[in-house]
């Protein structure tokens, strides 16, 4: 099995920083792409950004050149690092696995707050 943990959410004013993390155990070498999610309050879950194996990022409009997603595979990790913060981009991140098989894993989510 493979287990995600997300941290490194909380608040923070517009214009402001945060890197997220999302720490793998288990079966982490079934893992291929890895990528974050939010679901802002009322609205349905969006992609952020994903990350190949190899390390190719790829974002959504809205935080483009202002994102960046990483992925340490030696430490089983992967990152989000997320400046000039918007209110809108106040939500609940979760952090995304797809294994070998297609099966997607979730973490539990943490919350970002933007919000002066």
């Known amino acids: 099995q493979v287990q995600l943990v997300e941290s490194g959410g909380g608040l923070v004013q517009p214009g402001g920083s945060l890197r997220l993390s999302c720490v793998v155990s288990g079966s982490v070498f079934r893992i291929t792409t890895m990528g974050w999610y939010r679901r802002a309050p009322g609205k349905e879950r969006e992609l952020v950004a994903t990350i190949t194996p190899g390390g190719s990022p790829d974002y959504a409009d809205s935080v483009k050149d202002r994102f960046t997603i990483s992925r340490h595979n030696a430490q089983n990790t992967a990152y989000l690092q997320m400046n000039s913060l918007k209110p809108e981009d106040t939500a609940v991140y979760y952090c995304?696995?797809?294994?070998?098989?297609?099966?997607?894993?979730w973490g539990q989510g943490t919350l970002v707050t933007v919000s002066s």
């Open positions: 995304n696995a797809r294994l070998l098989t297609g099966v997607q894993v």
